[in-house]
Each structure stands twice: as C-alpha cells, then as structure tokens.
Nanobody, 123 residues
Framework: QVQLVESGGGLVQAGGSLRLSCAVSGRTFSSYVMGWFRQAPGKEREFVARITTRGDIRYATDSVKGRFTISRDNVKNTVTLQMNSLKPEDTAVYYC????????????????WGQGTQVTVSS
C-alpha cells in the first residue's frame, strides 16, 4: 500500500509563494506517477501537475503553468509543488496523488490520495 501525507499549506497574500510537500510511504514510490490536484469550494477536483517516474512533467494549461513547479525525490520519497505568484483563484484544498496508470491527469485514474492541505490566497 501507499500512504501520502501533504504539508506546507497555509494563508498567503496574493503574489506570495508556498511550497507544498507530499511524503509517500511504500517501497515502490519510484514506480508511481505523482500528481497534484486541487479542489475549491463548490467545484470539482482539478488537475494541477503531474510528474512521471523519470521526471517528465505536465502542468494544467494556462492556470498554473509558469507559476507552479512540480518535482520529486525518489530517494526521499517526496513530491513537491512550488507555487509562486499566487492568486486568490488558487485558493483550494491541494491533494497529492499517485497512479500506476501511465500519464493520467484525470482524478479517477489516481489510486492513492493524501488527506489534502488548505491553501488560501488573500487579495
């Protein structure tokens, strides 16, 4: 089994930065594609970014590209989302997730989820 625990959320002013981390337990971390998703109140959970086992990266178009950076450390079993130039519309609960289903971006393909961490951006 794989367990994921996010940390690093909080309250920040618009234009600020936050760094989210996801600690992953399990011996097969390096075999999973890791993703970050977010869910704002009243909205569906949406894809933010994902990184493959080899470090190939995809970001959600327009909304976060150029501001967010995903990375992973296959030794420390962590995946990180660096978020810069934050906007009020980035406010959401952010989730880390893992999948063995290839280059998935849809939440339904992700098998394991963390509990989420709240990010609030004030204007």
């Amino acid at each position: 089994q794989v367990q994921l625990v996010e940390s690093g959320g909080g309250l920040v002013q618009a234009g600020g930065s936050l760094r989210l981390s996801c600690a992953v337990s399990g011996r097969t971390f390096s075999s999973y594609v890791m993703g970050w998703f977010r869910q704002a109140p009243g909205k569906e959970r949406e894809f933010v970014a994902r990184i493959t086992t080899r470090g190939d990266i995809r970001y959600a178009t327009d909304s976060v590209k150029g501001r967010f950076t995903i990375s992973r450390d296959n030794v420390k079993n962590t995946v990180t989302l660096q978020m810069n130039s934050l906007k009020p519309e980035d406010t959401a609960v952010y989730y880390c997730a893992a999948t063995s289903s290839g280059l998935a971006t849809a939440p339904r393909f992700y098998e394991y989820w963390g509990q989420g961490t709240q990010v609030t951006v004030s204007s």
